[in-house]
């Protein structure tokens, strides 16, 4: 497959980005092209249009497919395993929302309650450090609600919401004072 200069542009710069969310940059890149492309890909092909080795193609193959961001596709009269990517950019954001939260939210809520628990008997911590450890506490546990409230908010729906977030602010803020 060529890629366009606009193709290599966008799925160069989501590379980059990826590498600033904490991913690798070769899956992101192989996400951003399988999100691009009109049909799926076999792993070779993704190697040579992306000029990348085939092992990495492999190894990052299956970490977007450990995320769910991936799925194997049988193409008639190919054996080869051909690879697509969901093309709903709300799917995608409540796939990466939800993988983030089950690996890096929910461990630390984990660690945060260990932590007032423990503080409960700790006389060397003092009473403002035990305050923030339980506020850090309360405002990640509302955020995890909030999320696991709008996860299944219909997209149509979310972008109203998203549309008129500004008039809700204004209105909220001009009736406490």
């Known amino acids: 497959m060529n890629l366009t200069n606009t193709m290599e542009k966008f799925i160069l710069h989501w590379g980059e980005m990826g590498t600033r969310w904490g991913v690798n940059r070769t899956v992101a890149q192989i996400h951003a092209l399988l999100y691009l492309t009109e049909a ?3 792993a070779e092909s993704i190697a040579k249009t992306l000029g990348v080795a085939r092992s990495n ?9 450990s ?25 995608i954001t409540r796939i990466i929302m939800d993988e983030r939260k089950k690996r890096e939210i929910e461990p630390t809520l984990t660690m ?5 628990v423990e503080s409960s008997d700790d006389k060397q911590t003092s009473k403002v ?4 450890i339980e506020d ?18 219909p997209p149509p729906v979310l972008t109203k919401l998203m549309k008129t977030g500004a008039k809700i602010t204004s209105f909220l803020c001009q009736k406490k004072k």
């Open 67 to 91: 995320w769910g961001l991936i799925k194997t596709v049988p193409v008639m009269g190919d054996r080869r395993d051909h690879f697509d990517s969901h093309k709903d950019l709300w799917e």
């Open 112 to 116: 945060l309650r260990q932590c007032v």
């Open 40 to 42: 799926p890909m076999d």
């Open 129 to 132: 450090i035990k305050q923030r």
């Open 136 to 153: 850090t506490l309360t405002f990640m546990n509302m955020m995890s609600d909030w999320y696991e409230q709008m996860k299944d908010v």
């Open 57 to 65: 193609v492999s190894t990052s193959i299956k970490e977007l497919q």
